[in-house]
């Protein structure tokens, strides 16, 4: 069961920014940094952010995270047609020994 | 290229077994911690187990518990799974994942690098 709480939907058109955020608890997101994953249709999650805000190389700068307390949040700037996906937060959850995965938003380019 | 190619998935019944492998490529296997991961179908990503690069510290879920266990051959270069006692909430298309530990004052963790992933169907 999904541990992490995002917004099943975002959108926007494109050149918009769109934000979408994940919410947590002290055992994980209050604890540890949080990472995010991009999915497309019929693809494995891809690595977009960790350790709350850094970008692995190769992913647009376009994409930002940030962290606050027990909550975390992903935008996409200048969002593109290939933007859309879903999107699932995660980090390490220190009660459950374990990674914790947000619930996932998909996000639609109008 | 670093790579993760999943193997051994299948229909099986409920109640039966299933081991899946992962075979990896492209890096020093045996320096890095291990992951599954499932995602059932149309459903969101489920974390499944961990284990440590040398296999002493191994962590599950507690939707598996008791009935998967995760090993390793870092000669071999592949991480399995070995699932007991299947269930029809176990249908799921599994991920092996790598894992990484960095450290900058403080630990962080994350996965960065994931295979396609091999179906696993229980269903009678």
């Known amino acids: 069961q999904s541990v992490l709480t995002q917004p099943p939907s975002a959108s926007g058109t494109p050149g918009q920014r769109v934000t979408i955020s994940c919410s947590g608890s002290s055992s994980n997101i209050g604890s540890n940094t949080v990472n995010w994953y991009q999915q497309l249709p019929g693809t494995p999650p891809k690595l977009l952010i960790y350790n709350n805000n850094q970008r692995p190389s190769g992913v647009p700068d376009r994409f930002s995270g940030s962290k606050s307390g027990t909550s975390a949040s992903l935008a996409i700037s200048g969002l593109q047609s290939e933007d859309e996906a879903d999107y699932y937060c995660a980090a390490w959850d220190d009660s459950l020994n374990g990674y914790v995965f947000g619930t996932g938003t998909k996000v639609t380019v109008l | 290229e670093v790579q993760l190619v999943e193997s051994g998935g299948g229909l099986v019944q409920p109640g039966g077994s299933l081991r899946l492998s992962c075979a990896a490529s492209g890096f020093t296997f045996s320096s890095y911690e291990m992951n599954w991961v499932r995602q059932a179908p149309g459903k969101g990503l489920e974390w499944v187990s961990y284990?440590?690069?040398?296999?002493?510290?191994?962590y599950y879920a507690d939707s598996v518990k008791g009935r998967f266990t995760i090993s390793r051959d870092n000669a071999k270069n592949s991480l399995y799974l070995q699932m007991n006692s299947l269930r029809a909430e176990d249908t799921a298309l599994y991920y092996c994942a790598r894992d990484i530990l960095g450290s900058g004052g403080y630990y962080y963790y994350y996965m960065d690098v994931w295979g396609k992933g091999t179906t696993v169907t229980v269903s009678s």
């Open positions: 284990i440590s690069s040398s296999g002493d510290t191994i």
